[in-house]
């Protein structure tokens, strides 16, 4: 099976991207042919994305995702921007899909709130280029936080609609969503998703200090009542706030609630804030110790770019000999 995914480095990474789209790609990657990239390309549809800052960034996720334990030895690390067969086929793609199902996504109508009239026109066509990323691999399998589900379904629209028009070139992927950690929500509203571009006290950088992992959980809302119970209906925040305990604890949600019965908000976040720092420590100080040889970095992304883009450039001269572009 080939397994595909990526992050955005529109900042740095938060416990939300880790345990929703990383952490399946550690197990994944053991046994499948993987490819996991940068996507910077994604990362300049927001506006503070650009600069000295996306190259930062850039590297530091490629750092993050070595010390979370991604191997270059076994699965494929690049950076988006590096191969514009990406961006080719994305144009391609954008001819095969209405505007109408752009305009329908979720996240686009999301973004349209946030940004109104002044919105660019990349947020629209995201999907066009993502469906490329996935497709241009022939990936099977798109490990995703649950907010990019919709996005894959329409990746399989759009491989289905090509292959119907032009013939058989692409698989149909599908999403594989975590069983829990898909949708982390944010600490200071917990009807929202955790999102890095959303005020930092709303999320849990994954390289957080951590004094700052402390007073974040402190502050984090919490529900009416002081009981430590699971109820995303009556209480979304303790909720959240339990699926981050069990996530790095690995106890389960009940043993949890045990475990806090009758000791209130205070204490249970106490012991949360210290079990984030103790589970973080050692992949930040990994992280650090890779940012120190930045070539090194750079030269494991250029040899994952080499052997990707040769098969990105088979698909798109498969592509477009099916269209009758010609090549
Ligand atoms: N809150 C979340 N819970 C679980 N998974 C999440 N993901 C994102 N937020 C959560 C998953 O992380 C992967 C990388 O996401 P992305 O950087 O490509 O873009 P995103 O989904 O838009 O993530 P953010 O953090 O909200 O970034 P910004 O603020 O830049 O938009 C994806 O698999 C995503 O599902």
């Not at 939300?16 to 790609?25: K, V």
């Not at 469906?131 to 996005?151: F, M, R, S, T, W």
């Given at each position: 099976?080939?397994?595909?995914?990526?992050?955005?480095?529109?900042?740095?990474?938060?416990?939300?991207?880790?345990?929703?789209?990383?952490?399946?790609?550690?197990?994944?990657?053991e046994?499948?042919d993987?490819?996991?990239?940068?996507?910077?390309?994604?990362?300049?549809?927001?506006?503070?994305?650009?600069?000295?800052?996306?190259?930062?960034?850039?590297?530091?996720?490629?750092?993050?995702?070595?010390?979370?334990?991604?191997?270059?030895?076994?699965?494929?690390?690049?950076?988006?921007?590096?191969?514009?067969?990406?961006?080719?086929?994305?144009?391609?793609?954008?001819?095969?899909?209405?505007?109408?199902?752009?305009?329908?996504?979720?996240?686009?109508?999301?973004?349209?709130?946030?940004?109104?009239?002044?919105?660019?026109?990349?947020?629209?066509?995201?999907?066009?280029?993502?469906?490329?990323?996935?497709?241009?691999?022939?990936?099977?399998?798109?490990?995703?936080?649950?907010?990019?589900?919709q996005?894959?379904?329409?990746?399989?629209?759009i491989?289905?609609?090509?292959?119907?028009?032009?013939?058989?070139?692409f698989?149909?992927?599908?999403?594989?969503?975590?069983?829990?950690?898909?949708?982390?929500?944010?600490?200071?509203?917990?009807s929202?998703?955790?999102?890095?571009s959303?005020?930092?006290?709303?999320?849990?950088?994954?390289?957080?200090?951590?004094?700052?992992?402390?007073?974040?959980?402190?502050?984090?809302?919490?529900?009416?009542?002081?009981?430590?119970?699971?109820?995303?209906?009556?209480?979304?925040?303790?909720?959240?706030?339990?699926?981050?305990?069990?996530l790095?604890?690995?106890?389960?949600?009940?043993?949890?609630?045990?475990?806090?019965?009758?000791?209130?908000?205070?204490?249970?976040?106490?012991?949360?804030?210290?079990?984030?720092?103790?589970?973080?420590?050692?992949?930040?100080?990994?992280?650090?110790?890779?940012?120190?040889?930045?070539?090194?970095?750079?030269?494991?992304?250029?040899?994952?770019?080499?052997?990707?883009?040769?098969?990105?450039?088979?698909?798109?001269?498969?592509?477009?000999?099916?269209?009758?572009?010609?090549?």
């Amino acid at each position: 099976m080939r397994v595909l995914s990526g992050v955005r480095p529109t900042s740095l990474l938060h416990i939300g991207n880790y345990f929703g789209a990383i952490s399946q790609w550690l197990q994944m990657q053991e046994k499948h042919d993987c490819f996991f990239f940068i996507a910077d390309l994604h990362a300049i549809t927001e506006p503070t994305s650009y600069g000295p800052i996306l190259a930062d960034n850039t590297l530091d996720v490629a750092a993050s995702y070595i010390a979370a334990g991604l191997n270059p030895k076994k699965c494929l690390l690049y950076v988006q921007s590096d191969i514009p067969e990406h961006t080719e086929l994305a144009w391609i793609f954008s001819t095969l899909i209405p505007l109408g199902e752009l305009e329908r996504m979720t996240q686009y109508k999301d973004l349209q709130k946030k940004y109104g009239s002044s919105i660019n026109a990349g947020l629209l066509t995201y999907p066009a280029l993502m469906a490329a990323d996935i497709l241009i691999y022939k990936a099977n399998a798109v490990p995703v936080g649950e907010d990019q589900q919709q996005h894959v379904e329409l990746t399989r629209t759009i491989a289905r609609k090509f292959n119907s028009k032009f013939g058989k070139v692409f698989p149909e992927p599908i999403a594989i969503i975590a069983k829990s950690g898909a949708r982390l929500k944010s600490l200071t509203d917990p009807s929202k998703k955790m999102s890095k571009s959303d005020p930092s006290q709303s999320y849990i950088g994954i390289f957080d200090a951590p004094q700052v992992i402390k007073e974040k959980i402190m502050r984090a809302t919490t529900d009416s009542g002081s009981e430590i119970k699971f109820d995303e209906k009556n209480k979304p925040a303790i909720s959240n706030l339990l699926t981050i305990y069990h996530l790095f604890s690995q106890m389960t949600v009940s043993s949890i609630e045990q475990k806090f019965k009758g000791k209130g908000y205070a204490s249970f976040k106490t012991a949360l804030a210290d079990l984030i720092i103790e589970k973080l420590q050692p992949l930040q100080e990994k992280q650090k110790q890779l940012l120190k040889n930045k070539e090194k970095l750079v030269s494991i992304l250029n040899a994952g770019t080499k052997k990707a883009r040769l098969i990105a450039q088979k698909t798109l001269k498969e592509v477009k000999r099916k269209i009758g572009l010609i090549v």
